[in-house]
């Protein structure tokens, strides 16, 4: 196997919650009390980038934001395999527009 393994990193992946919470109009008190918490420093930590929820913490906050676990998490798994994601997802486009024009 080559290639270093892929990371999560916390400090992205706690903007990224924050941004959802944003668009979704939530506050940390909302996030704290649907998932139970008796007070909103875990909430406060994965924003700081201090430390991730756990899996069932993900998976409660894809529920509650309603997208896929995987697209709450940033982390280097294309950059580890030699591809970006942007590129990727600009491949996927193209790919696409190739198929609209041969039909």
């Not at 008190?29 to 930590?45: I, R």
């Not at 509650?64 to 942007?86: H, K």
Request: charged letters at 25%; glycine letters at 6%.
């Amino acid at each position: 196997m080559t290639g270093k393994y892929p990371l999560i990193d916390k400090s992205k992946t706690g903007r990224r919650i924050r941004r959802i919470m944003e668009e979704k109009h939530l506050s940390v008190k909302d996030v704290q009390s649907y998932l139970g918490f008796a007070t909103p420093q875990a909430v406060y930590h994965w924003l700081g980038g201090r430390s991730l929820p756990s899996i069932d913490n993900l998976y409660a906050l894809s529920q509650l934001f309603q997208m896929q676990m995987d697209d709450l998490i940033c982390g280097n798994r294309y950059l580890n395999q030699g591809r970006d994601s942007c590129y990727l997802r600009l491949k996927t486009y193209v790919d696409k527009y190739q198929e609209m024009r041969a039909a």
